[in-house]
């Protein structure tokens, strides 16, 4: 897949503040066409405040953004919005409605509606499966489009959620903590659904504090911190180790004690 | 496994909605025409059922689409004061008889509306927003109304009457006609439509909703707006069943439009709801008096035997809700065999 931009996503000397608090404090940060930017840092660091304006969850107190070059305007920017322009997010506490079954899942907020704004299911279920078996190459034992998201694990679930994403033609899927309180096979059914969103031309930010997991898939590293990005390295320039003494050091330093 | 099997739909007995409920309705029913049958084996009590129960029914269908949403209204019974009042008396200052139903409906869609914006803007959890709702619209009720009941006997001669509490062909009441309408739209709208899916949606996680774009605070004003117009309804069927507005027509009917919707296994927790349940479970409740009183127990068994069915119907959906469906309870696999089958992994 050819883009027509160089940055699905740039942010540039956005700030915000909750009240008193400035969880952000002058972010610079691109995401490239068919990128995949792993964004590290701690818990409060502002990974999760970035994210949410990025999706339109809420507007920054000042800077400017763009989505594939073009200038954002906050007052006009929301969910929707961020949806139409594909920008796709799977959060760290899962999108998904417990007790809805998969295939409404896929298309909530969005459906295949016929006239009268009715729910045309068939379809909805034929697109469903069609994503759980083409998109993701989902192997569940025993899950079908039926079954409620309860019956999922962790890492299915966040399979589910990236099927989603990408179903809906998304440019950049914006990953959130998709790892957390995971067990390590279900860690690695993550990790291999992200790779199927580098194969197939698509931009991802991978927002994690598990430096391991980000190394797996991640091109470039963001650090942030205290709402500041202090650091950017490209695969290439930096091995694990390096990255966790780095982090390791940084936090230490930092705050003066190290968890 | 063939693409339709992937596709999981249901088969057998599984596709039938509250269908524990339904079996418990023929149980009950079957007992009291043993117990009872100089009643129950007559068409004068069910015809007596279908006149009485639809007014609760109504408010129990309106109230599944609220708690499937994850939200509670206490304070339906005031608006069936209100709206009834205003009917009454409507009808007896200008003597139409539609322009009162509109203006009824209206209300109630007024009172419901406030609801909404209490509880989706202000932020005001729905079981006190709605609890001092119910203060409010009776409060004023009772104030407009001088606090006296408003006879409009004249009504049982007018169109109106026959249209919505008649009986057709001299057996079979209206109101139940009506109120089984309202049921499979409202049925077809929380099953199939896109507003019902956002209220399931939004009693699952509110949450997961928003971020999923869906309208959350909208949604939550609709459907307090619908809840409070069906209340406005149901209050012009009991007045003009009646033909009498008193300030106190709402009374008790807050706890057994509340048991008939558990009892049907719409669950308090949100995020699930059944239309059909809630219709089965009006009919239980509306039943029950009846069947003691037939029985010869006496009437203080009534709400002994209410509440035992209540517990008795919500401990049944939990055990059978966890997790599972009709199919995973051992005693009912035969009816599932093919199923089962094509699902072992």
Known sequence: ?259 | MKKTAFLGEKRGLDRIEALPIIIVYIVIVVVFMITAPATFLKYRIYQSFMSTVPVPLILGLGLTLVVAAGEIDLSFPSIIAFSGFIYAALYKITGQTWIPLIAALAGGAVAGFVNGLLVAVVGIPSIIATLGAQFLWSGLTVILSGGLAWNIRDIREETIHSLFVGRIGGVLPAQVLWATAIAVVLWFILNRHRFGEHILFIGDNAEVARVTGVNVRGTKIMLFTLMGALAGFAAVLLTLEMATFWTTQGGGMLLITMAAVFIGGTSIFGGEGTIVGTYVGSFIVGSLEAGIVATGLGGFWTRFIVGLVLILAVALHILLGRGRDLSEIRFLQFAFKKRSQGESS
């Not at chain 1, 107190?61 to 763009?66: D, F, K, Q």
């Not at chain 1, 997991?213 to 911190?225: E, G, K, L, M, N």
């Open chain 1, 1 to 259: 897949m050819s883009k027509n931009y160089k940055h699905v996503l740039r942010m540039e000397k956005l700030r915000k503040s909750f009240g008193k608090v400035e969880a952000l404090r002058g972010i610079d940060f691109q995401v490239g066409a068919n990128e995949v930017v792993g964004l590290i840092g701690d818990n409060g660091a502002g990974k999760s405040t970035m994210v949410k304006i990025m999706t339109g969850v809420f507007a920054p107190t000042n800077g400017a953004m763009y989505i594939r070059d073009e200038k954002v305007d906050f007052r006009h920017y929301n969910v929707r919005k961020a949806h139409r322009w594909k920008i796709e997010t799977v959060f760290q506490e899962s999108s998904l409605g417990e007790k809805q079954p998969l295939w409404r899942n896929f298309f909530i907020g969005r459906q295949v509606t016929k006239p009268l704004g009715f729910i045309n299911i068939r379809k909805e279920k034929q697109l469903a499966q069609h994503i759980m078996l083409e998109l993701i190459g989902f192997r569940g034992a025993g899950i079908t489009v039926d079954s409620r998201v309860s019956k999922l694990s962790g890492g299915e679930r966040q399979g589910i959620a990236i099927g989603r994403a990408m179903y809906f033609d998304a440019d950049l899927i914006i990953l959130d903590e998709p790892t957390v309180a995971l067990s390590l096979k279900e860690v690695q059914k993550v990790l291999n659904f992200t790779r199927k969103i580098k194969e197939s031309g698509r931009a991802c930010v991978y927002i994690s504090h598990t430096i391991s997991h980000v190394y797996q898939v991640a091109d470039r590293f963001v650090i942030i911190d205290r709402g500041t990005i202090v650091a950017d390295f490209l695969k290439s320039e930096i091995s694990l180790e390096q990255l966790d003494a780095f982090m390791l050091k940084y936090s230490t330093g930092k705050a003066g004690s190290s968890t």
